[in-house]
């Protein structure tokens, strides 16, 4: 299964129609962390009945396919900006949220997703002391 991402369209978790000369392949790309160190590489994406990206299968780590780890991450857990070569496909999960995930092994049986939490509210700001 291949997915087409265009390096025009918006960040966004729904597949858009390109013109093939403006597609990228995104199976076996590199993905990074959010300072843009490479930790694996989107192996597979998982699709709904219509067809919709819902996740996507992460290789990480491994030499020859020994020692490897697989995990599927919520779609949403990506984002794509094919323009930036570095960091063309990233992934905002924490390193301690990838190391407890489940590893995705039987592609026979439903996938264990890794869902992004949301992101933490900012600090409340410092009341003002009087003097």
């Keep these: 299964m291949a997915l087409l991402l265009t390096a025009a369209a918006p960040v966004a978790s729904e597949v858009q129609h390109v013109p093939p000369e403006q597609a990228l392949p995104i199976l076996g790309h590199a993905?990074?962390?959010?300072?843009?160190?490479?930790?694996?590489?989107?192996?597979?994406?998982?699709?709904?009945?219509?067809?919709?990206p819902q996740a996507a299968v992460i290789d990480f780590g491994g030499f020859l396919g020994v020692g490897n780890r697989k995990i599927a991450v919520e779609w949403s857990a990506l984002h794509f900006v094919p323009t930036d070569a570095k960091r063309a496909i990233t992934l905002t999960?924490?390193?301690?949220?990838?190391?407890?995930?489940?590893?995705?092994?039987?592609?026979?049986?439903?996938?264990?997703?890794?869902?992004?939490?949301?992101?933490?509210?900012a600090p409340p700001e410092p009341e003002p002391t009087r003097q």
């Design 93 to 121: 999960l924490t390193p301690d949220q990838i190391k407890a995930a489940p590893e995705y092994k039987d592609v026979a049986k439903p996938a264990p997703v890794v869902v992004s939490s949301p992101a933490a509210p």
């Design 31 to 52: 993905v990074t962390d959010a300072e843009g160190k490479e930790i694996g590489h989107l192996v597979d994406v998982l699709v709904d009945e219509q067809g919709q």
